[in-house]
């Protein structure tokens, strides 16, 4: 018996010996980089770290002869120290794929080193949608949403239903400066105006001094193009200041539902925003949820993590079919060529430029009275389906989208 | 409408009740931090996270205990006080002979100890604190929350008081008298010692009592502590380390600088503090009110 059961895993580990030996040191690493302790910590985090592990637990590695391992940092918001784990990653540890990287400046300056080492780079946090554009790269797909999308639907949105003229509260750096241009543009295209914009740093504790020259412009809607922290702040104090009690509405650009847990809906109530994902919309997403608050005391997923868990789900097939991790472009074609199709995101693709397409929500923030508890919190206005919600190819400017 | 350098007066009125506001806030923690130093000489690095503590204190104390507002602001500073306390006599008293880098370790450490406990307990984007004096009044020239005119007027009467205790009374003088000689002190029958741990937790009290009026108006956050307390130790080496007017005086003074700055330049509002300490202290190594030693 013994010497059948030895017999039985000497053939196993044969068998399994080509698809490992093919792995760049014969495992795939994946390094979740993210904001682990800072305004973006609730919606990232260690959060992400545990969809990237429930990913790669559903796929099932060791059935298919992969050996799979996640590491994880925390880039602080900064795009020097970002570079520094992401070069020490590549170089040292072996890791072949970087997911998650909110924080435009980091992802921007992620991307980059991703495409000199030839990893992947998979992003799920980051808005900027000049990833996909200027700085496209053959080795990065921009996973879940980003400022092109949410302008087009928020923007839109707000301008038809009467939101005419716009003051923009911007974050001073990368992200903000995307999220504030491609709205400006969808503003003034659908016959709005903009009055005039603020930017402030990023981690901005006190709005008042931004929200009272808004007021003062006599604008019909504040833009609010910053995120987490930030927008928490601007909100809970556009309500202190009377804001939206004198006629003027918020159009929050950006939120997440961890965004709206910490504000209560008593302040978040009527906010319209849009959103990749959202925890409530299917029996798997349900599932995936409950399973994610389980594991992180409580909390529930943001479509960042949902995007990570998909991200590396498609990553993990894409390599699986190639039979190889070595060639970061090369997997990355390879996952342009295949359909994605997973739980939370359903069936979709990726572009030439490394957009991954699918349907974006409009949601509505639920009053208390509506909320039925816990994390009951959107009710969904408009789905944007995938052919509209993201920039055509042909706009973005990326070499990649040309060439093909 | 005649316009101020290129701004509506009634904006730039506006902006700078604002900037007292913040002011407030700035002078009431360092002011903690100059009567722990002035005191102590000890560099308080925690005091960002008793603010926060003060700030979760309350919101603990009402969520979980139905304590109003009100009552927090009495109860905190006592709670988180005592805390500060406990921690003086158990670790902070042991080092007191040492050179003052080690108390600065000291207390950086336990601030990175206190974040990340809260971090790891109520996540980073925070809890939400309901606002005890909705509603304002229109000044013509802007909306005054009646909260921020609140926070306004009782952080002056506070800072005055601890000025008027600290500078004018016999027990200040004693406290005053026992950073000086306290071996002279102590040979006049006054427990210096217990003189000490008293005043730390005061200087504790005033951060927890900043953290509550911040409650209403921030979001209760691990990270509002980390957030404030760089612009803090700034404002409290501007002022003269261990200045008590110092203090005050540059906390109302700078957040009235840094809210004229989001007017004209707003991306610099987070480091105008930090250009005007560079100046300051070339000019004045020892602070606008600091003597030099």
Redesign the interface.
């Known amino acids: 018996m013994r010497r059948k059961t030895c017999l039985l895993a000497t053939v196993a580990a044969l068998a399994a010996t080509p698809a490992l030996a093919d792995m760049s040191d014969g495992v795939i690493k994946i390094g979740v980089l993210n904001d682990q ?6 919606m990232s ?1 260690q959060g992400s770290v545990w969809a990237a592990r429930k990913a790669i637990e559903d796929f099932g590695p060791t059935a298919k002869g992969l050996k799979v391992e996640v590491v994880f940092a925390d880039h602080q918001n900064k795009p020097d120290v970002g570079s520094n784990i992401a070069r020490q990653w590549f170089d040292r540890d072996g890791v072949d794929l970087i997911v998650d990287v909110p924080n435009s400046s980091v992802a921007l300056a992620v991307n980059q080193i991703t495409r000199e080492k030839n990893k992947v780079f998979i992003n799920s946090g980051a808005a900027s949608s000049d990833l996909t554009g200027k700085a496209c790269s053959p080795n990065t797909i921009h996973w879940t949403y980003d400022t092109w999308g949410l302008a087009n639907s928020t923007g839109k949105a707000v301008v038809k239903t009467g939101g005419s003229s716009w003051y923009f509260i911007t974050a ?1 750096y990368a992200f903000g400066h995307a999220l504030e241009r491609d709205t400006e543009a969808v503003v003034l295209a659908n016959g709005g105006k903009v009055l005039g914009k ?4 990023l ?4 709005f ?3 929200l ?2 808004a ?2 412009s006599g604008a019909k809607v504040i833009g609010l193009a910053n995120a ?2 930030d927008t ?2 601007s909100v ?2 556009a309500a ?3 804001i939206t009690a ?1 006629g003027q509405n918020l159009a929050a650009l950006l939120m997440f539902v ?2 709206v ?4 809906l ?2 978040a109530q009527g906010l319209v925003f849009t959103e990749a994902w959202y925890w409530d919309l299917t029996d798997d997403d349900r599932a995936f949820a409950k399973a994610f608050a389980e594991a992180n ?1 409580g ?1 529930h997923p943001s479509m960042v993590q949902a995007g990570v868990y998909s991200g590396v789900t498609h990553y993990l097939k894409a390599v699986a079919a190639l039979g190889s991790d070595a060639d970061g472009a090369a997997v990355v074609a390879k996952m342009k060529e295949l359909p994605t199709d997973d739980k939370l995101f359903g069936k979709g693709s990726v572009r030439a430029d490394g957009r991954k397409i699918h349907d974006l929500y409009l949601f509505e923030v639920k009053t208390p009275a509506e909320s039925k508890g816990a994390w009951d919190y959107y009710k969904l206005r408009a789905t944007i389906p995938a052919a509209e919600a993201f920039r055509p190819l042909e706009q973005g400017g990326c070499p990649l989208a040309t060439r093909s | 409408m005649f316009e101020l350098i290129g701004v ?1 007066p ?2 730039l009125f ?2 700078m009740l ?2 007292l ?2 002011g407030a806030f700035y002078a009431i923690l360092s002011l903690g931090l100059a009567v722990i130093f002035g005191l102590l000489n000890v560099i308080n690095f925690t005091h960002g996270a008793q603010y926060m503590m003060g700030a979760f204190a309350a919101w603990m104390l009402l969520n979980l205990a139905g304590v109003p507002y009100w009552a927090a602001l009495v109860a905190v500073p006592v709670l988180v006080g005592l805390t500060g306390i406990a921690f003086e006599r158990l670790l902070l008293s042991r080092i007191y002979h040492l050179d003052h880098l080690y108390s600065l370790l000291l207390t950086f450490g336990l601030a990175l100890i206190l974040e990340g406990v809260f ?1 790891s307990q109520f ?6 604190y ?2 005890p004096l909705p ?2 009044q229109n000044l013509g020239f ?2 005054l ?1 009646n ?2 005119a609140w926070v306004v007027v009782f952080s002056l009467a506070v800072c005055l008081a601890t000025w008027f205790m600290i500078e004018r009374t016999k027990l200040g003088s004693y406290l005053r008298a026992a950073t000086e000689r306290p071996d002279l002190v102590q040979a006049f029958g006054v427990n210096v010692p217990r003189m000490v741990t008293l005043t730390y937790g005061f200087g504790v009290g005033l951060a927890a009592l900043a953290g509550v009026l911040a409650a209403p ?3 209760v ?1 691990p ?2 502590g980390s ?2 307390i760089i612009v803090v130790f700034a404002v409290v080496v501007i002022g003269g380390m261990g200045s008590i007017l110092g203090a005050i005086v540059t906390g109302f003074g700078l957040g009235l600088v840094e ?1 004229l700055t ?2 004209f330049y ?2 610099a ?3 105008v503090i930090f250009v005007i300490m560079a100046i300051v202290l070339l000019i004045k190594p020892a602070g606008l009110f600091g003597t030099p030693k």
């Open positions: 302790s800072a305004l973006y910590a609730d985090g001073d603020v930017r402030h740093p981690q901005t504790q006190d008042s001094s931004f009272l020259q007021q003062g987490g922290g928490i702040n809970k104090q202190e200041f009377g004198g961890t965004d847990h910490s504000l209560g008593k302040t005391g909390m | 509506a009634s904006v506006g902006q604002l900037g506001i913040n971090r996540g980073s984007g925070g809890q939400p309901p606002n509603g304002g802007m909306f929350p909260y921020r108006i921030y979001q956050s990270l509002m957030n404030l809210g989001k007017v707003p991306e509002s987070n480091t």
